[in-house]
């Protein structure tokens, strides 16, 4: 019986999504097997669109379907779990399974905590992240720095510290050091990431630490919940799949591979935190880049904080409508609203027309914020102070009393308890 703990290696017998797989195929395999035995309803997944700097997200119902999905898509930068919320009801009444980023298992529990999304009925198969690349960025790096037609690349990989392409004529790797140092590489905010095993999905899966005769040829599978450890029994009684356990070297190595990681993670946060400055000068930096927006509410729409149903920045009493440059209580507002609780999964940077680093601002203040009070978003259910309220709830509180005190039923800090 597979438990909470295990460290596995896991490949598929499944001869149809042998041919596709990366890696063994024990991702795809099961999910193959959650919707054949009704563990889950769908599988939402990200696959390949037009080409591979096209993300896609697909709802897959019929298992036959899953093994066309197979294998990784490093320039996708969608962000899983407000696609939930927004367009599944937060999974509500719907059983879904999902394969998740670090950053989509964070937000993913950020919007648990604000009672978006239903935890219960989300079965999550992590996978290990070293990043992604931004799918414009990317064309322009294999133009500029591999000296390719990005349109003649059908195959991209992340592996040992290099950006391999595959295309017409030919394979090449270069470090992401170097791409990295000349602005290319992975996106600002994985390279500040240091959730790169996603241990809050029930299953954490990648290719780290798979050595031997199994290299290349399983997944490592850290089995993180009871959920989790249910679904491994299922798919190896099923037949789908096949484990035995992890080579202990194996296990040092993947703890290396880890740690490496999060060295590098530090090293960006130092470099990236310190070019903003401190106080006023920081003030002053995000103040000039932020005068570019053209308040197009990408940002609050993409962001998997942002959930109000009545939004505070469209309330012409603190944001002037009509304006350019934009009064910039619309950005402190979204700073005051989501700086405790920001995953840096990057999508408000990611989609803002203006390039405006918003990532890099919410970020640096989610860091400061997590030294003052020592809460760290997205790595389990605890609460951070604004999602103590139910918005709904507390609107029409607000609506009936005529107070401005949002907390005064939940906890005021200045007085004793």
Request: net charge neutral; charged share 25%.
């Amino acid at each position: 019986m597979t438990k909470k703990g295990d460290m596995l290696y896991a490949w598929t017998n499944d001869a149809e999504i042998q041919k596709k797989a990366e890696l063994g195929g024990a991702v795809t395999s099961l999910w193959k097997y959650a919707l054949e035995s009704k563990a889950v309803d769908a599988v939402l997944v990200v696959t390949r669109g037009v080409d591979l700097y096209d993300a896609k997200p697909v709802l897959i119902t019929d298992p036959k379907d899953l093994a066309s999905t197979a294998g990784s898509l490093h320039c996708g930068t969608l962000l899983i779990p407000k696609l939930i919320k927004k367009y599944l009801d937060g999974a509500r009444d719907m059983k879904i399974g999902v394969t998740v980023k670090g950053c989509d298992a964070m937000a993913f529990y950020e919007l648990a905590k604000r009672k978006q999304i239903n935890l219960d009925n989300i079965i999550m198969i992590g996978v290990n992240c070293g990043g992604s690349v931004s799918p414009v960025l990317a064309r322009k790096m294999i133009a500029d720095k591999f000296a390719v037609d990005p349109e003649k690349v059908h195959k991209e990989e992340i592996d040992k510290g290099q950006f391999i392409i595959e295309y017409e004529g030919g394979h090449k790797g270069i470090s992401i050091d170097e791409l990295e140092e000349a602005g290319y590489g992975r996106r600002t905010n994985c390279r500040r990431c240091k959730m790169k095993v996603p241990r809050q999905a029930d299953l954490a899966c990648g290719n780290w630490g798979v050595i031997g005769p199994r290299a290349g040829k399983a997944t490592f599978v850290e089995v993180c919940s009871e959920k989790g450890a249910n679904l491994m029994d299922g798919a190896i009684k099923k037949g789908i799949l096949a484990t035995e356990p992890a080579n202990p070297k194996g296990l040092d190595i993947r703890g290396k591979v880890e740690g490496a990681m999060f060295k590098l993670g530090d090293k960006w946060r130092k470099k990236d935190f310190e070019g903003l400055g401190e106080g006023r000068d920081r003030l002053k930096k995000i103040m000039a880049e932020t005068s570019r927006c053209i308040k197009c509410y990408q940002c609050i729409d993409q962001c998997p904080i942002c959930y109000c149903v009545d939004c505070t920045t469209r309330n012409p009493a603190y944001v002037p409508p009509g304006e350019l440059p934009v009064n910039f209580m619309f950005h402190l507002i979204r700073y005051a609203h989501i700086a405790d609780s920001c995953v840096n999964c990057g999508q408000c940077e990611e989609v803002c027309p203006a390039e405006i680093p918003n990532t890099l601002f919410m970020h640096a203040q989610q860091v400061e914020l997590e030294k003052m009070f020592g809460h760290v978003p997205g790595v389990n259910m605890e609460l951070p102070l604004m999602a103590y309220v139910e918005e709904k709830t507390e609107r029409e509180r607000l609506h009936n009393t005529g107070s401005d005190m949002i907390y005064e039923n939940v906890f005021n800090p200045f007085t004793k308890h």
